[in-house]
Nanobody, 121 residues
Framework: QVQLVESGGGLVQPGGSLRLSCAASGSIFSIYAMRWYRQAPGKQRELVAS???????NYGDSLKGRFTISRDIAKNTVYLQMNSLKPESPAVYYC???????????????WGQGTQITISS
């Protein structure tokens, strides 16, 4: 069993910054990639950023330059630094981890519970 615990969401003013964290714990053999998604009410979940075990990062089209994803391999933790936040609909940010479970070496594809971000003055 793998658990993902997200933190760092909340209310922020336009132009402000937030840093999200997602820590994975449990029986993990290895992690291929860690990702952040977001979902606004009435919209599909979209990829915000991803980072591989080798450190290769990828971002959603409109986010590169303002958002930075990073990870601490030893802590199985991924971070999302968000700067110059724009006023937009509230969204829930979800962490996703893909890899291999410990023990039976089965596929790992786990999601966090989500953390709400609201950008408003």
């Amino acid at each position: 069993q793998v658990q993902l615990v997200e933190s760092g969401g909340g209310l922020v003013q336009p132009g402000g910054s937030l840093r999200l964290s997602c820590a994975a714990s449990g029986s993990i053999f290895s992690i291929y990639a860690m990702r952040w998604y977001r979902q606004a009410p009435g919209k599909q979940r979209e990829l915000v950023a991803s980072i591989t075990s080798g450190g290769f990062a990828n971002y959603g089209d409109s986010l590169k330059g303002r958002f930075t994803i990073s990870r601490d391999i030893a802590k199985n933790t991924v971070y999302l630094q968000m700067n110059s936040l724009k006023p937009e609909s509230p969204a829930v940010y979800y962490c996703n981890v893909e890899g291999i479970l410990g023990g039976a070496l089965a596929d790992l594809d786990s999601w966090g519970q989500g953390t709400q971000i609201t950008i408003s003055s």
